[in-house]
């Protein structure tokens, strides 16, 4: 079997970005390339390894210092579905894989899970009130500017790891994320 581990894209988004306007500072018609405005757009971390593409992680500033969560997106092109099956972090040794979900009276509840599906050809987002990371009992707390190694290992035996920007809680891809449901996990 295959087992492939890949480090992270972390400096070269920001290398990618500094071509995009390194470039449209000389100038030839003005217009960006399609590809150079994503990476202009994209927030957080990423990382690719074969045909799996992790884009937009991060993770809000923990408003209880001991709790974190990550999000990302998890894309697939392969033919066959893959799952991310393990997490680790160097912020904590204890990271997990979890949902919530909302019961039929409306209440939410999380619990972890030993797989976070990824189909062929499809994308599987890290969401509040969806599937995420916890990251849990932080031993030093994490501040805006920081960043936090994080590997995932995928039932396809890949492994990739990639350094997640701690962004304020409004920073993230939709810029309205908010992880203060996850003060009291764990």
Not at 85 to 108: I, P, Y
Request: glycine share 12%.
């Amino acid at each position: 079997m295959r087992h492939e581990r890949v480090r992270g894209l972390g400096g070269v988004i920001p290398a990618a970005l500094a071509l995009v306007l390194l470039g449209s500072a000389c100038g030839t018609d003005g217009e960006p390339e399609p590809e150079r405005a994503a990476v202009e757009e994209e927030p957080g971390a990423g990382a690719e390894a074969g045909d799996l593409l992790i884009t937009g992680a991060w993770m809000p500033e923990p408003a209880n210092p001991a709790v974190g969560v990550v999000y990302l997106e998890v894309s697939n092109d392969a033919a066959e579905d893959d799952a991310v099956v393990s997490v680790s972090t160097d912020a904590s040794e204890d990271a997990e894989l979890c949902r919530t979900e909302t019961t039929e009276s409306g209440a939410s509840t999380m619990r972890t899970v030993e797989e976070i599906p990824v189909p062929a050809g499809g994308t599987t987002t890290f969401v509040d009130g969806g599937y995420h990371i916890m990251v849990n009992d932080i031993p030093d707390p994490l501040e805006v500017g920081d960043t936090v190694a994080v590997t995932l290992g995928f039932a396809s035996r890949t492994e990739v790891e990639l350094d997640v920007p701690v962004l304020e809680m409004t920073g993230g891809p939709s810029g309205g994320e908010d992880a203060g449901e996850h003060d009291g996990h764990h």
